[in-house]
Nanobody, 119 residues
Framework: QVQLSESGGGLVQAGGSLRLSCAAS????????MGWFRQAPGKEREFVAS????????YYADSVKGRFTISRDRAGNTVYLQMDSLKPEDTAVYYC????????????WGQGTQVTVSA
């Protein structure tokens, strides 16, 4: 089984930056894509960004376009989320997820890392 472990969350002032990392370990590293989702208090989990593992195509939610960048290290089975120009509304628990080949949706999730942006 694949295990996903996020790191890099924390407290930052508005306008600042953070870089999240997600390392995959275990067996079966064959993915369609890996992505980042977030869930703010009292809200549903929402898509943030994803990257297709085969060719590196990237997709972003409109709310983060131009501010966040997703990237991957295929050799290290790691995906990153560089978050710039952070806003208080970006405050949430951020989850890394993997869409494994053979699955119909994202089927592996990390434990989440808290990102708090102060005004």
């Amino acid at each position: 089984q694949v295990q996903l472990s996020e790191s890099g969350g924390g407290l930052v002032q508005a306008g600042g930056s953070l870089r999240l990392s997600c390392a995959a370990s275990g067996r079966n590293f064959f993915y369609h894509a890996m992505g980042w989702f977030r869930q703010a208090p009292g809200k549903e989990r929402e898509f943030v960004a994803s990257i297709r593992w085969s060719n590196g195509d990237r997709y972003y939610a409109d709310s983060v376009k131009g501010r966040f960048t997703i990237s991957r290290d295929r050799a290290g089975n790691t995906v990153y989320l560089q978050m710039d120009s952070l806003k208080p509304e970006d405050t949430a628990v951020y989850y890394c997820a993997a869409h494994q080949i053979g699955a119909t949706e994202y089927n592996r999730w990390g434990q989440g890392t808290q990102v708090t942006v102060s005004a």
